[in-house]
């Protein structure tokens, strides 16, 4: 099975209570247009591919017409807010990953099972997609673009340093790096993250579920002080020591360094390859210069590790028409209209008859993203409201202990005492 980390949520809102739309019978006619919100469709770049899919939907349900409302990403998130807590018409939202967490508290989303159906979401979505819009036992979200934030690699300046195969193992991940910093001093043999709170708490996050540890446990407890994360720690700050890591290194600066191959492995989402062709990478040849990888085990047979990256799709309780916002989140993630945002965009599918449709099989990236994504899991600090604040923490003590200024002990149990402060 496939599946894919990178989701938009879809959200539904308007003024009448659900349980009058979802009773039998009892809808009311509803005349004025649906309306879909959200950012992608106001980017010059995407704006085209969001007008052919809500005209598709309305030349085949004039009925139930929509229309796209949006705003600039950073200001969706308030502005859905703002807009479903006033009763503004709204029916269909588009959400980034982690942002139903923040909903979910209101009050304000449905339970999509009663929507659209357990059996139809089961039947047709991958169930590690389903379960990333799981929260509190309730699918408040199903995803609408998945992917993961995982692993990319040169083959050409792997090929070059002498690395003849992907590696699989920690032990295989150090050899590849000692030989890319043979061949030459002056590449960074892997790019990770150490700046940027939101990309470090991600990348590490990953690492610690490679080692066995994790920040956050199930019953929402801070458990990153542990033996495994010490461990992983350990790691980081030998990668360090032998310069096959460098400090201040945050996203776009990989990206860059990548794109000008002084990097051989650094850790994207999906959109890697777009923004690699967009910085130089020559596109007819792209397969030679960034493809995805399996992040490394520990052992062999482990499972490898990834974060879910993505927008997924959500109903809000007060909406007009949940029967038809539920049928048009199906026309969105169906495979005609999944199928052709992956030609257009790149961004894969969510559902089993996209995935497998040979326009996507065929592309030897997003084929490999797809088996990625099969491992993902949430970040466990989006489940909470101030989680800028909480990556900042994790950061600021990662890259203590990176310049020796606390053990690795010291500096997860000094990162523990601050995480609890910060969510008590």
């Given at each position: 099975?496939?599946?894919?980390?990178?989701?938009?949520?879809?959200?539904?809102?308007?003024?009448?209570?659900?349980?009058?739309?979802?009773?039998a019978?009892?809808?009311?006619?509803?005349?004025?247009?649906?309306?879909?919100?959200?950012?992608?469709?106001?980017?010059?770049?995407?704006?085209?591919v969001?007008?052919?899919?809500?005209?598709?939907?309305?030349?085949?349900?004039?009925?139930?017409?929509?229309?796209?409302?949006?705003?600039?990403?950073?200001?969706?998130?308030?502005?859905?807010l703002?807009?479903?807590?006033?009763?503004?018409?709204?029916?269909?939202?588009?959400?980034?990953?982690?942002?139903?967490?923040?909903?979910?508290?209101?009050?304000?989303?449905?339970?999509?099972d009663?929507?659209?159906?357990?059996?139809?979401?089961?039947?047709?979505?991958?169930?590690?997609?389903?379960?990333?819009?799981?929260?509190?036992?309730?699918?408040?979200?199903?995803?609408?673009?998945?992917?993961?934030?995982?692993?990319?690699?040169?083959?050409?300046?792997?090929?070059?340093a002498?690395?003849?195969?992907?590696p699989?193992?920690?032990?295989?991940?150090?050899?590849?790096?000692?030989a890319?910093?043979?061949?030459?001093?002056?590449?960074?043999?892997?790019?990770?993250?150490?700046?940027?709170?939101?990309?470090?708490?991600?990348?590490?996050?990953?690492?610690?579920?490679?080692?066995?540890?994790?920040?956050?446990?199930?019953?929402?407890?801070?458990?990153?002080?542990?033996?495994?994360?010490?461990?992983?720690?350990?790691?980081?700050?030998?990668?360090?020591?032998?310069?096959l890591?460098?400090?201040?290194?945050?996203?776009?600066?990989?990206?860059?360094?990548?794109?000008?191959?002084?990097?051989?492995?650094?850790?994207?989402?999906?959109?890697?390859?777009?923004?690699?062709?967009?910085?130089?990478?020559?596109?007819?040849?792209?397969?030679?210069?960034?493809?995805?990888?399996?992040?490394?085990?520990?052992?062999?047979?482990?499972?490898?590790?990834?974060?879910?990256?993505?927008?997924?799709?959500?109903?809000?309780?007060?909406?007009?028409?949940?029967?038809?916002?539920?049928?048009?989140?199906?026309?969105?993630?169906?495979?005609?209209i999944?199928?052709?945002?992956?030609?257009?965009?790149?961004l894969?599918?969510?559902?089993?008859?996209?995935?497998?449709?040979?326009?996507?099989?065929?592309?030897?990236?997003?084929?490999?993203?797809?088996?990625?994504?099969?491992?993902?899991?949430?970040?466990?600090?989006?489940?909470?409201?101030?989680?800028?604040?909480?990556?900042?923490?994790?950061?600021?003590?990662?890259?203590?202990?990176?310049?020796?200024?606390?053990?690795?002990?010291?500096?997860?149990?000094?990162?523990?005492?601050?995480?609890?402060?910060?969510?008590?």
């Open positions: 099975m496939r599946y894919l980390g990178h989701i938009t949520l879809i959200v539904v809102l308007a003024v009448i209570p659900a349980s009058v739309a979802l009773a019978g009892q809808a009311e006619e509803v005349t004025d247009p649906m309306v879909f919100a959200g950012w992608s469709g106001s980017e010059e770049a995407s704006a085209p969001f007008e052919e899919k809500i005209s598709r939907w309305n030349e085949a349900n004039p009925d139930t017409p929509v229309e796209w409302l949006g705003w600039p990403w950073g200001d969706t998130l308030d502005q859905l703002i807009r479903s807590a006033g009763g503004e018409r709204l029916d269909v939202a588009q959400l980034q990953l982690g942002w139903a967490e923040v909903i979910a508290p209101t009050g304000r989303l449905l339970d999509l009663e929507v659209i159906g357990r059996e139809w979401l089961e039947e047709n979505i991958p169930a590690a997609s389903l379960e990333a819009g799981v929260i509190d036992g309730t699918q408040l979200a199903v995803p609408y673009t998945s992917a993961s934030i995982g692993m990319v690699h040169n083959p050409s300046l792997l090929a070059a002498g690395v003849e195969e992907i699989e193992t920690l032990d295989e991940f150090e050899a590849a790096l000692e890319l910093a043979d061949y030459d001093p002056d590449i960074v043999p892997y790019a990770l993250t150490t700046a940027g709170a939101g990309s470090v708490a991600q990348d590490l996050n990953a690492w610690f579920w490679t080692f066995g540890g994790r920040m956050i446990d199930d019953d929402g407890n801070v458990v990153i002080d542990s033996p495994e994360n010490e461990a992983a720690i350990e790691w980081f700050v030998s990668l360090h020591d032998r310069d890591i460098a400090l201040d290194m945050d996203r776009f600066d990989a990206r860059v360094l990548f794109a000008e191959q002084q990097v051989g492995f650094y850790d994207d989402a999906i959109l890697a390859r777009g923004i690699a062709i967009d910085s130089g990478v020559p596109e007819d040849e792209w397969e030679g210069y960034i493809m995805p990888m399996m992040r490394p085990t520990v052992n062999p047979g482990d499972d490898p590790q990834s974060g879910l990256w993505g927008h997924q799709l959500a109903i809000f309780e007060n909406t007009q028409n949940a029967e038809a916002a539920g049928e048009f989140i199906k026309h969105l993630i169906g495979e005609e999944g199928v052709y945002y992956f030609e257009q965009t790149g894969p599918p969510v559902t089993h008859d996209a995935i497998e449709h040979p326009s996507v099989t065929a592309d030897e990236g997003a084929d490999r993203w797809l088996d990625i994504t099969a491992y993902g899991r949430n970040h466990e600090l989006l489940q909470f409201e101030n989680v800028s604040e909480l990556q900042s923490i994790v950061t600021e003590e990662l890259q203590a202990a990176l310049i020796g200024d606390k053990s690795p002990a010291r500096m997860l149990a000094d990162a523990a005492a601050r995480l609890e402060d910060a969510i008590d």
